[in-house]
């Protein structure tokens, strides 16, 4: 490639620095050219991140190989705006092989090639069952019909394949499924919480303990009234604010046993696998009683059945298991987590399925202070004015507000290196990466806006419409 070119697109990207495009075809030409490290280099120079999705999956592909971890930060974004984006679970299988993590990786790729058949990869799959890769095609001498040597792919939902030889297929991915590996998954969640380790967010804790705690503290007094202790329980609102956090504390509280389980825990290209994973984790949740099953990114399990395609399978198991008509789920409460509400299937709402659906904010000036604490916590640092920080920062998330600490943490690092000289993160570091972080939640406001001024029928956005209106 002539450097030519390059020199010429890079002042062009000197006078329009903010222009992606021009700087992700400059980077491809680099790559082109084997400058790896120059294409990295260039993608990271840039303080913003496109809001194109296809151009932010270009971003994470070219830092996957120089700067992992922030390949899957923004890879993790780009999921939380779309559960169904394949590219992006891919990718992140792809990084996950490179750091021989083969379980996530095998995760990823599933629900990759579950969304997307074309991502199916012979070479990728050899690595995960640990085989050799198989022997390249060549133009002049036909390929012989392979040995079946898995269960037939997921294409629809009308059942395996009749002539299957058994014999010759491995086995089945691992997932959760027995009680053991249910322990082991139990006992490597974080320490247990409640609701005294989470600041602010008083009026949000009031509704939990009315709709979950005293339900399950109080089984008796409940039941004279015809109220179950067990049921469902959906968390909406912006990314990164705490809807899982929330859910554990919510266990803490009732003294019960957390099983957080998403989208990777369950789906298989394996035709009827992912309901009969999706069985057994109800099942062992349901031995291990009083239980709360925290599902994360339910809409991607609970997608409108119309919408469903391949899927319809899965959600009818989900509504099934929730609904426990073969089962006792009295002591069993399932919580789901999502951020778009509106694409769940209006069957998840009926009573005695996700009872009560309760929006969860950006935290409030109160929670911003504790999570600034602990985002502050151990770094080296002048005398902060956190308050003034959580008063700045109105309707940022939590993962908005650790952004920010990371920035000023990371201009702290290159002073220190550029002038040799000890430093601490400011005060007045602080507040630029503030003003320098657009918050993430204004971007899903204005789409949950429409909802809640045009869809609101049936009163399911009121807490996000009285949010709305302080605002």
Not at 50 to 68: F, H, M, N, R, W
Not at 394 to 423: H, L, P
Request: proline share 5%.
């Amino acid at each position: 490639m002539n450097d030519t070119t390059i020199n010429l697109l890079l002042k062009t990207l000197g006078t329009q620095p903010e222009n992606w495009e021009i700087r992700l075809h400059i980077a491809e030409l680099m790559l082109a050219d084997a400058r790896n490290a120059d294409a990295a280099e260039l993608i990271g120079k840039s303080n913003n991140l496109p809001d194109d999705e296809e151009l932010l999956l270009k971003v994470a592909t070219i830092l996957s190989t120089s700067d992992k971890d922030k390949s899957l930060r923004i890879l993790d974004g780009i999921i939380a705006n779309n559960k169904a984006c394949a590219p992006a679970y891919r990718i992140k299988a792809d990084i996950y092989r490179s750091r021989g993590m083969e379980t996530e990786a095998r995760k990823n790729y599933n629900v990759a090639a579950v969304i997307d058949e074309s991502l199916e990869d012979e070479e990728f799959e050899a690595w995960l069952d640990g085989t050799e890769p198989p022997a390249k095609k060549t133009p002049t001498t036909p390929a012989p019909t392979p040995a079946p040597r898995r269960p037939q792919m997921l294409t629809n939902h009308l059942g395996p394949q009749a002539d299957s030889d058994d014999s010759e297929i491995p086995e089945m991915d691992d997932f959760i499924e027995t009680d053991a590996e249910l322990d082991r998954a139990i006992a490597s969640n974080l320490p247990n919480i409640d609701f005294a380790d989470i600041g602010g967010m008083e009026a949000l804790k009031e509704r939990i303990r009315m709709s979950i705690i005293y339900p399950f503290k109080n089984k008796e007094l409940f039941k004279k009234f015809k109220k179950r202790s067990g049921g469902g329980i959906l968390f909406y609102g912006p990314p990164g604010c705490g809807k899982t956090l929330i859910s554990r504390a919510t266990a803490g509280e009732c003294g019960a046993h957390f099983i957080n389980i998403s989208i990777t825990d369950i789906l298989s290209k394996w035709i009827g696998q992912s309901e009969q994973r999706l069985h057994e984790i109800f099942e062992t949740a349901r031995r291990k009683a009083p239980t709360i099953l925290f599902i994360d990114e339910v809409d991607a399990l609970g997608v409108k059945r119309s919408d469903a395609g391949s899927m319809a399978s899965m959600v009818n198991t989900l509504l099934t298991e929730i609904d426990g008509v073969e089962s006792h789920n009295e002591d069993l409460l399932i919580i789901g987590a999502t951020n778009t509400p509106w694409r769940i299937d209006s069957a998840f709402r009926r009573p005695g399925r996700f009872d009560h659906v309760l929006f969860v904010p950006p935290p409030d000036a109160l929670a911003r202070e504790s999570i600034f604490e602990i985002m502050l916590d151990g770094i080296p640092q002048e005398k902060i004015d956190i308050s003034k920080l959580a008063k700045v920062t109105d309707r940022f998330s939590g993962a908005d507000i650790r952004a920010a600490v990371e920035a000023a943490s990371e201009a702290t690092i290159q002073e220190i290196m550029r002038t040799g000289k000890e430093g601490v993160v400011t005060q007045k570091l602080l507040l630029q990466s503030i003003k320098k972080t657009r918050p993430t939640t204004l971007e899903w406001m204005e789409q949950a806006t429409n909802y809640a001024s045009y869809a609101n029928q049936s009163g399911l956005y009121d807490d996000l419409a009285d949010y709305i209106r302080k605002f």
